[in-house]
């Protein structure tokens, strides 16, 4: 099992610019996170996807920020504009909904750095 | 809403001193509260997952109990490797959403 695949590993950009971010779960997963991890804020839950389908997106933090998963083997998070305030690692996770139980499987994340 | 609170932030120990983790939650029901180990640079890493209170697991030296309000994560003579950051996280009843605590860097010295 490859576990879940990020790219790319780190991004180095400008404010203003875009930003996309990219995730494959493993194989075989119904369930789709994307958190933000800072030393401020520890692990924070931006969106997760059932099937594709966006369940909970309370934790985006504006509408700079969009989350799509057109398959489910696929899902990226953009960012349009960056800003600063936005440099972070991203995780990527995925989980299967056999038992509600089931942990989390988590990606080494992006680490993106905004100037 | 739910809540994760874990104490120590940071714990420095020797090699072979044993001690424990904690992690207090506030959950409308709880579906499941989970421990994960984060190495730098990578992603958290899997550890246990408990389901009602009064439930222990135990992998290696690290053992996990659950009671109503916290889960301990007790470390027994631990080895330099041990070192990283634990975090804890619960689920509640209403769905899958998996909400993390702010972690304990454990520093193990030999």
């Known amino acids: 099992d490859a576990g879940v695949i990020q790219s790319p590993r780190h991004e180095v950009t400008e404010m203003g610019q875009e930003v996309t971010l990219r995730c494959k779960p493993i194989?075989?997963?119904?369930?789709l996170f994307w958190y933000r991890q800072t030393m401020m804020r520890g692990l924070e839950l931006l969106i997760y996807f059932n099937n594709n389908v966006p369940i909970d997106d309370s934790g985006m933090p504006e509408d700079r920020f969009s989350a799509k998963m057109p398959n489910a083997s696929f899902s990226t998070l953009k960012i349009q504009p960056s800003e600063p305030r936005d440099s972070a690692v991203y995780f990527c996770?995925?989980?299967?909904?056999?038992?509600?139980?089931?942990?989390?499987?988590f990606g080494n994340g992006t680490r993106l750095t905004v100037t | 809403e739910d809540q994760v609170t874990q104490s120590p932030e940071a714990l420095r120990l020797q090699e072979g001193e044993s001690s424990s983790l904690n992690c207090s939650y506030t959950?409308?029901?709880?579906?499941?509260l989970f421990w994960y180990r984060q190495d730098p640079g990578k992603g958290p890493e899997f550890l246990f997952t408990?389901?009602?209170a009064g439930e222990e697991k135990e992998k290696e030296r690290l053992k996990a109990t659950l009671t109503k309000k916290e889960s301990f994560l007790h470390i027994t003579a631990p080895k330099p490797e041990d070192s990283a950051t634990y975090l804890c996280?619960?689920?509640?009843?209403?769905?899958?959403?998996?909400?993390f605590g702010a972690g304990t860097r454990l520093f193990v010295k030999a």
């Open positions: 996280a619960v689920r509640d009843t209403g769905g899958f959403k998996t909400i």
């Open positions: 959950v409308s029901g709880l579906r499941g």
């Open positions: 996770a995925s989980s299967l909904r056999g038992r509600y139980n089931s942990p989390l499987h």
């Open positions: 408990l389901y009602s």
């Open positions: 194989s075989g997963h119904d369930y």
